[in-house]
């Protein structure tokens, strides 16, 4: 496995893994590492991944000095190899929102884990994030984002998922092709919420999406939220 590495915005990298054999066009899966006086790690990746992640990392970082473990939501390739980096970084914590860590990473982590309160701070010295919760969005009870307040970057997870192995940091649009993925996957809870929850993201004016799967976006990212939630707004009504 080859993980490729961008900086898309100050001090915070995009380590990047296409896998060809996912999906029609294959499919990225990317983990970010916020370079900080206590360095955050958001996704872990799966097991498999883990010596292609860990080799990204340690070209920023000694892998000994990670602080925090942190996820969108608890699925194999956002947190699968957490255990093997509490294995590796002895100081480090994993944090999540508090139904996750009571109903999954309490018993899953080598390590008690920090459970974040919606809209609480880790201040990492130099960068701040600050948790808010999602639930069932874009899917799973727990599910959450960080928002890293200094270069205003949304840590969005599974929002804004798409296919194929475009640009790392793109200004194009990346609505359409999540459109293009959902059709693949129908991977997205479709409730009377979905829509107002992401409207709730947008109303923080991000800078940067920090996407899991596909192209990060810069440019107008609330309007790039606001069309997102419409979207999900005219499936949930198509579907009702």
């Not at 991000?206 to 990212?221: I, K, N, T, W, Y």
């Amino acid at each position: 496995m080859n993980t490729t590495t961008d900086e898309i915005a100050p001090d915070i990298f995009r380590l990047s893994t296409f896998v060809p054999e996912v999906g029609p066009t294959g499919f990225t899966f990317n983990q970010f590492l916020v370079r900080a006086k206590e360095p955050l790690l958001f996704h872990t990746g799966p097991r498999a991944m883990f010596p292609a992640v860990k080799a990204a990392v340690a070209a920023l970082i000694p892998v000994e000095s990670l602080r925090w473990i942190t996820f969108g939501h608890v699925e194999s390739d956002e947190c699968g190899s957490m255990n093997q980096w509490l294995e590796l970084a002895p100081n480090a914590t994993v944090a999540h929102g508090e139904v996750g860590c009571m109903v999954s990473v309490n018993d899953l982590a080598d390590r008690p884990p920090r459970a974040l309160q919606n809209g609480e701070v880790l201040d990492l010295g130099g960068k701040r994030v600050r948790h808010f919760d999602t639930p069932h969005v874009p899917h799973c009870w727990d599910a959450g984002v960080l928002f890293e307040e200094t270069t205003r970057t949304l840590f969005c997870g599974d929002l804004f998922t798409q296919l194929g192995n475009e640009s790392a940091l793109t200004s194009k649009d990346i609505v359409g092709p999540a459109k293009q993925a959902e059709a693949a996957f129908n991977a997205t809870c479709l409730t009377p919420t979905t829509g107002k929850t992401i409207r709730t993201l947008a109303e923080l004016q991000p800078s940067v999406l920090a996407v899991m799967h596909g192209s990060s976006f810069e440019g107008d990212c609330a309007k790039a939220l606001e069309d997102l939630a419409t979207v999900y707004d005219e499936m949930h009504a198509a579907a009702s």
